[in-house]
């Protein structure tokens, strides 16, 4: 019981620094969820180191569940979700992410890392990259099945190495010529999807693997979801309003060096 309320937390710390880092920066927190929750449930034995990751990814889709619905609200309060593209791409975000919940307990467990570290390593140049403001040509928005086809991929990606989708889906959208600030608020919206989607299929998948008696819903484990979701729920507004007093650019460069010494260590550990 002792450890079990020192994991949670842990837990609601990461939540504070998971929740703040969404706010400043806008993306997802399963990028710092995933390893730090990985080594958490190692160090508390709560699970073996097979099927950690899994447990932990899972675990950070659930969270984002919450995070994403706070900020798509707020990004459609302040109308920035482009709602005549949005069903196209939650459409396909939310089918890519279903079938990753029940695809990713058949990968095997290092495999999963080097996607996961790629796909951060990825994410990191993007950021460092996206300080940059080049002027780019406009590219028309392609048909509602094709940009959902697209989508697909990415939400099958972000489910399977637990991030809410901003990372991949901002990008993808703003190299369509859609403004950055619509973007950002289509992604938080797709992010629902995407860790509801997800957290089904992760649910699923791991029911006959897992117990509810020892705190688990399929592959989700509940104490850490809760120690997280109480502190970044309130702590990613606070994060957003720093962006006004914080050098940003450059937080994201020294952010992005941090994500690629968690993918090695992640690789190679």
């Not at 975000?93 to 890392?113: C, D, K, M």
């Not at 797709?190 to 299929?201: D, K, M, N, Q, T």
């Not at 104490?223 to 990613?236: D, E, N």
């Not at 720093?242 to 260590?265: C, D, G």
């Amino acid at each position: 019981m002792h450890d079990l309320v020192i994991l949670i937390i842990s837990c609601a710390l990461l939540g504070c620094v998971v929740g703040f880092l969404a706010g400043l920066l806008g993306i997802g927190g399963g990028l710092i969820i995933v390893p730090v929750l990985s080594s958490l449930l190692v160090h508390f034995n709560v699970v073996a180191v097979d099927h950690v990751l899994v447990i932990a990814i899972a675990t950070s889709l659930a969270s984002i569940l919450f995070t994403s619905t706070s900020s798509a609200l707020a990004h459609h309060k302040n109308q920035n979700v482009p709602w005549e593209i949005a069903p196209w791409v939650m459409s396909g975000v939310g089918l890519g992410a279903l079938i990753s919940g029940f695809a990713a307990s058949l990968i095997p467990e290092q495999l999963l890392r080097i996607v996961f570290a790629v796909s951060v390593v990825f994410i990191a140049a993007r950021m460092v990259l996206s300080a940059r403001n080049k002027p780019v040509a406009v590219k028309p928005m392609p048909r509602g099945p094709i940009i959902g086809a697209i989508s697909a991929v990415m939400g099958g990606l972000s489910g399977l190495i637990g991030i809410g989708g901003g990372a991949l889906i901002v990008p993808l959208l703003h190299y369509f010529s859609v403004d950055i600030k619509k973007a950002i608020g289509c992604a938080a919206a797709c992010g629902i999807v995407i860790a509801l989607f997800g957290s089904v299929g992760y649910i699923s998948a791991g029911w006959q693997v897992t117990d509810l008696q020892h705190g688990f819903a399929g592959f989700v484990y509940l104490p850490a979801l809760l120690g997280i979701v109480i502190t970044s729920w309130f702590m990613a507004p606070i994060g957003a309003k720093a962006t006004h007093y914080l050098p940003v650019s450059t937080i994201k460069k020294v952010f992005a060096v941090l994500l690629v010494i968690i993918a090695l260590q992640m690789v190679f550990s």
